[in-house]
C-alpha cells in the first residue's frame, strides 16, 4: 500500500539557517502530497501542497516541490525563525483511498535563538 | 466561518468503560474522517464517510470501534470497553470533496483520550 517516509529528528538548527526536511513516498496512484504543521499545544494545520508532478507548494516562506521521478516531497525553508518550532508531517492522499491522509511520521523542529 | 470543534477536549476514563467522542464539521463539507494520534503508532487513519455513502471503516482497530455520522453532519466516534492502548488523541476533520471542489482536509483540536 501507500506509504510517506521522512526524516526522523529532532532536526535542531540556529535562527536563519536554512531548512530541509526530506519527504519521500511509495504510491500506486497519482497522489497529492501535502505538509501539514503542528505548533506546541495547537492542533494539525496544512501547510502546503502540491496535486501533480513538478508543482511546488509555498506558505509562510515554506516550500516543496513534487518529484515524481524521485518520489520526493522535501520541505524547505531559507531563513527559519523560533516560531517555526513545531512537528511537520508529510502526507499524501490519492482517489483509491478515498482520500485519507496517509501520514509520515513526523519531524520536530527546534530553532534556538 | 466556523471550523472543525470537537468535545471533550480531555477525557479521563477508566478501563472498560464506554466513551464518546464528537466531531462538528465545516457545514456544508461532505466529507468527514477520524484519525488518531498517538506516541506509538503516529497518526493513522480511523474511517471516512461521505454524503450518504456506507463509510470505510477499513482504519478501525478493532469491533469495539465504532462511529456514526447523523443527517451528514455531527459524527461520534464510539470505543466500547476502553483498553489502556487505546489512550490517543481522536482528530476530526471534514472536507468539501467532490468534482470541482477542494479536496484538503481541515482539522478540529482533538479530544484527548486517556484510559487509566
Known amino acids: 500500500g501507500d506509504s510517506v517516509t521522512q526524516m526522523e529528528g529532532p532536526v535542531t538548527l540556529s535562527e536563519e539557517a536554512f531548512l530541509t526536511i526530506n519527504c519521500t513516498y511509495t504510491a500506486t496512484g497519482y497522489p497529492s502530497l501535502f505538509w501539514y504543521v503542528q505548533y506546541p499545544g495547537e492542533g494539525l494545520q496544512l501547510l502546503l501542497k502540491a496535486t501533480k508532478a513538478d508543482d511546488k507548494g509555498s506558505n509562510k516562506g515554506f516550500e516543496a516541490t513534487y518529484r515524481k521521478e524521485t518520489t520526493s516531497f522535501h520541505l524547505e525553508k531559507g531563513s527559519v525563525q523560533v516560531s517555526d518550532s513545531a512537528v511537520y508531517f508529510c502526507?499524501?492522499?490519492?482517489?483509491?483511498?478515498?482520500?485519507?491522509?496517509?501520514w509520515g511520521a513526523g519531524t520536530k523542529l527546534i530553532i534556538k535563538p | 466561518g466556523a471550523g472543525v470543534s470537537q468535545s471533550p477536549s480531555n477525557k479521563v476514563t477508566e478501563k472498560g468503560k464506554d466513551v464518546e467522542l464528537r466531531c462538528d464539521p465545516i457545514?456544508?463539507?461532505?466529507?468527514l474522517y477520524w484519525y488518531r494520534q498517538s506516541l506509538g503508532q503516529g497518526l493513522e487513519f480511523l474511517i471516512y464517510f461521505q454524503g450518504n455513502s456506507a463509510p470505510d471503516k477499513s482504519g478501525l482497530p478493532s469491533d469495539r470501534f465504532s462511529a456514526e455520522r447523523t443527517g451528514g453532519s455531527v459524527s461520534t466516534l464510539t470505543i466500547q470497553r476502553t483498553q489502556q492502548e487505546d489512550s490517543a488523541v481522536y482528530l476530526c476533520a471534514s472536507s468539501p470533496l467532490g468534482a470541482g471542489l477542494s479536496y484538503e482536509q481541515y482539522f478540529g483540536p482533538g479530544t484527548r483520550l486517556t484510559v487509566t
Open positions: 457545514s456544508g463539507h461532505t466529507a
Open positions: 502526507a499524501l492522499s490519492d482517489l483509491d483511498s478515498n482520500y485519507q491522509l496517509i
